[in-house]
Structure formats: C-alpha cells, structure tokens
C-alpha cells in the first residue's frame, strides 16, 4: 500500500486506515477485524475513549499488543463522560485532557500514543489552554503527535496559526465536498495532513447502499440519492466498483494522507483495502465527478 507522511511529522501511513467506531464490542469479531487489517497492509488505527464507552480503545488495545511498533495509534479526547449520567459533556480543560490521557493508555495497553487528537471544539473553547497540554504531553514523549478532529472552519484555522497540529480529521467524500472550499488549501500550505473520514457516506458510497440515505445525506434529499447513485457507478465504470472510485476521490486530493472508512465485517474492510490498488482517478473522471454532485458549504458548523 502507497505510504503518505502525516503532515510534517514522522508518521508513514497508508492510503487506507481502518476507522474502528464501527466495530462494535464483540472481542472476538472486533480483534479479527483489526489483525486482518494489519495483514492487508493497514497501519493507521482510529479509535477515541468515546466509542463505547473505552470499549473500542480496549480492543484496539488486545488486537495490536503482540504488533505494537506496526502500529500507528491515533485516539481522541474532549468528551468527557459523567458517572450516573447519560451522555457526556465536552471538555477541552488542559487538566481533562491530561487526566483522560492515563485512561486512553491503560485501555489501548500501551504507553505512548502515535496521534492524539482534540475530537471537536468551538471558537469559544479555551484553545491556547488545550494546546499547552497537548505540548506537554508531546515533551514528555506521552504523544508523538497531536491534531484535531473538526469540521467547523474557523477552528480549524486557530489550530492551524497557533498550534504544531500535524492533522486535521473531517468528513470528505464525494457528496460532502464542504473541505474543498475552505480547508484542503489551507492544510496543503500549512503542511497539515487531512484523515479523511466518512469517505463511503454511510454506506451510499457502495455497492451495497441501494436503499440507504432515506432521509437524505446533507443537502441532498432522499428522492436525489438513487439517480445519483447510478449517475456514479456508471462514471466508475468496469474499472473499480462505486466503492472504490468513492475512496480514490478522497485520496485525489494531495492534503489527504489518509482515508478512513469503517468496517464491520471482514468482508467490507476487503473492500474497503481492495481500493489501493485500483487505478487513481483521472483528471477527465474527477471532473465528471464534480460536475454530477454539489460544491456544498459549510454552513451551521463555523
């Protein structure tokens, strides 16, 4: 698998990771899931102390302990849960994000985190207070690295003038093209590598996804996604699948080092792995790509 660096930092990764929300709790299930991935070439992992509640970081944990060193670990911190209640609260306090950290290590069984990352944030947040523990963390070798996990603009251009951020995770697939507008050229000039999240759109992305976005996708209506579906797959051609040719759009863009998608079989992560070998995309299909969906914008989310 094509090797791409992590912004300016010393982290290698592949074109695919494996985005591990989607795993679920079953040990067995979720261990085999990640060791295949590992085998197919796989060394980025993204997890976050929130997905089920630490659960995910726990199995991430006993899949790569005999594999450590293969590995590229990147979890999350920010959302801090309280005991006795539902849900959590968002928490970017410099003492939080040093406490969370000592859990986020016990859980993956290890003492050092490749990339750890802010997950979320507003304009409002204490930001310069997050980044000192941050920094910290990284002098005493706790993190290697650390970026953000944000969709919102103006965010992420604070991290990007005030901090040493080395990533930035947002959603980018061909029906969410809201990066385009404001974020990718910043992170190209900046040096700031972006993880590509959600490239599949939830599933509509694939060949499996007839039926899915029932209630729509973004600014598209529910009645818009079976014809564009098809306008897709037949711009894919008898070249790659429509699965393939969603994840080769993401990787089109050079700010993108890596792209995420999810799996919760052994079946999909297949799939998901079989699009780094499958040819890039031309410049005659990214724009027939362009021209068949929308430019959206962020809107709410600033």
């Not at 679920?24 to 997905?51: H, P, Q, S």
């Not at 199995?59 to 801090?80: C, F, P």
């Not at 190209?188 to 992305?205: V, Y």
């Amino acid at each position: 698998m094509n090797q791409n660096r992590l912004g300016t930092s010393d982290l290698y990764v592949g074109d695919i990771g494996l985005g591990c929300m989607s795993l679920g709790t079953d040990e067995d299930k979720a261990v085999a899931i990640i060791r295949e991935a590992l085998e197919l070439g796989i060394n980025f992992l993204d997890t976050a102390d929130l997905y089920d509640s630490g659960r995910n970081e726990e199995l991430v944990g006993k899949a790569i302990k005999d594999r450590r060193a293969d590995v590229i670990v990147a979890t999350k911190v920010g959302n801090r849960r309280v005991p006795g209640k539902d849900g959590w609260t968002w928490d970017p306090s410099k003492a939080y994000i040093r406490s969370a950290v000592k859990d986020s290590l016990r859980r993956l069984g290890t003492d050092y985190i490749d990339l750890y990352q802010l997950h979320g944030g507003t304009i409002d947040d204490p930001i310069e207070e997050t980044i000192e523990a941050f920094e910290e963390l990284k002098q005493e070798g706790i993190i290697r690295h650390y970026g953000i996990s944000s969709i919102r603009p103006n965010v992420i251009r604070e991290y990007v003038r005030r901090s040493a951020i080395v990533s930035v995770m947002s959603q980018y697939n061909m029906l969410d093209r809201r990066p385009e507008e404001e974020t990718l050229s910043l992170l190209a000039k900046s040096g700031i590598g972006l993880i590509a999240r959600g490239p599949l759109a939830g599933g509509i992305l694939t060949e499996a996804g007839d039926g899915k976005g029932s209630r729509g996708y973004l600014d598209y209506a529910p009645e818009e996604l079976p014809g564009l579906r098809e306008q897709l797959a037949t711009l894919a051609g008898n070249e790659r699948t429509l699965g393939q040719t969603a994840i080769r759009f993401t990787l089109s863009d050079p700010s993108v080092s890596v792209v995420i998608p999810g799996a919760s079989s052994l079946e999909q992560l297949r799939g998901n792995v079989s699009a780094a070998a499958s040819a890039p995309l031309s410049s005659e299909e990214l724009h027939a790509i362009r021209a068949a969906t929308k430019a959206n914008r962020y809107k709410d989310h600033r």
